[in-house]
């Protein structure tokens, strides 16, 4: 509501007294009243400058074809120097951009002339017909302060990031089922195997299938059906579980490995062998084993583990990979604790079920490596492949969790926790930086921090089952970065910007920066949030404050 004008001298008095007093007494109704905008108008504070701001924008449209008379609402009425930028999305496209400025006039004046500008530098394109289904987006230029439309409503941007600034329970139920759905989109309905990437912009998931992104997808999906019992994922599994078997070679000189890929259009399988593809297709294999009983999971565990052997040096490190380039075997020869770390988990769970000695001896050997170097060196590691980063360091707690199963050495098991009180420590808690806030340092990608999400509740569920104090605070942790993975999640708010909405929603963006979706890093998250579904109640479980509206508005008016 407008404060009325002055029509006396003593009015006006009056006003300045007002005014004086406020300033005065440290408040802020003299910027208000000086605009021509009272403060309870905007007692939603961002939010609802937020949805009054694009509900206007939308009627500016609707009136362009209606011809009907303009309302200006006068939450809007609020005078300063503004320069702002309206864009118009309709599926997927920009298809209409719009500049507003000038000095002490009102917003909403404002508003509608970049509104209408952007409607006629795209009059070719609207219509009558197709304005309704328009996506507007506004932005004010030099300032973080932007948002785009949706159901009514104006939600937040950074770096055309829909940001979210709460997480509870149903959100966090919502995710996994949209989750779900895209990985049974991620599947070759010929071929039955899973592909690593989705290029959201070009709607294409590319022209190979990955034997490591399809263990990982089966191992998730049967996560999922231990928790809602979607029949589909059973009925998928002997199909997805026989391409998968299609690809360890048979080859004596790789026997038991498992190709790195297959080209489905020229049938090809890649002659590359990494232990990592090896060792995560053992995992899957032992759970489809597990529930089954069918004996052609384990034996083609056991042929996985057999290599494995055959790829680890005398020191006790694993040769990360073996390829065929032009008719020649070479090796690979770099140190990496992902790889290590992999086949360490690998080789003690097949141990644990099958007693074979050779896994043990070969596990230990690494489980040695990975103490001597945090003897040497802390916990926080890198190797030949990336300096020191907490994806690496994660690696090694979560493979010494997997040994300590089958070697409770308590010397293990002290490394384990000193590890996960270090790694910890290293999450972002700068909740005025959203872009990064619950990630942790040197982790860039929701693969990275989605690895770190499942650990922490791994880690959670270790020092329950051991009885450690603080296992609340690892709970608290993957709360966070939950949080942040599903901010960076593909949704009905964010994806205003692609031309098939509907096949990217479930999938995790790679970063705000590269907009594709890895399989893996969708993986690591459902499996943190099966983790932590079942742990949280119904309520609340973290919400991050918005600056004051009143220091955003001083931030919009020039």
Known sequence: MNFPKCLTSSCKYVLIGIILFTVIS?????????????????????SQFRDTTVQFARLVTENYFNEQPMQYPDELAIRGNWELNVTIYHQGEIKGEGKGKDSDTLLSLVLEEATLNAIDNGSSYFSKENIEDVRILISFPNQEFSFIEYNGEGKELIENLVINRSLNKELL???????KEFLLRAVNKDEHGFYKKYDVLNDDFGDRLHTVYSASIIYTLLK????????RIMEGIPEWADFMLSMQSKDRKVYGAFHYSYYYNTREKEPRFVVGTTALSIFTLLDLYDRTGEDKYLTAAELGGDWLVTMQKDDGWMKPYKENKNGTWVYGTQKSLLYNGQVLSALSRLYGVTGDQKYYNTAEKIAQNFTEKVEREGCYLGDDYRSKNPISSAWVIMSLMDFYKINTDDYYKNIILRCSSDILGRQQLDTNKLLYYGTWDDAYSTSGNGWLDEVMMEVYKFYQEHGVEGAGKYKEAAIRVTWWIIQNTYSAENTFFLKEPQKAIGGSVWNYKNLYVRTDSLCHAVNAYMGLVNEVEDSLLITVPEEPFDAVLGKMIR
């Open 26 to 46: 440290g408040g802020t109704l003299w910027f208000f009243i000086e605009q021509g905008v009272s403060p309870v108008e905007f007692s939603g504070g961002s």
């Open 224 to 231: 999922i059906y231990d928790f809602d019992g979607d029949e």
């Open 173 to 179: 139920l919502q995710k996994i089922e949209q989750g």
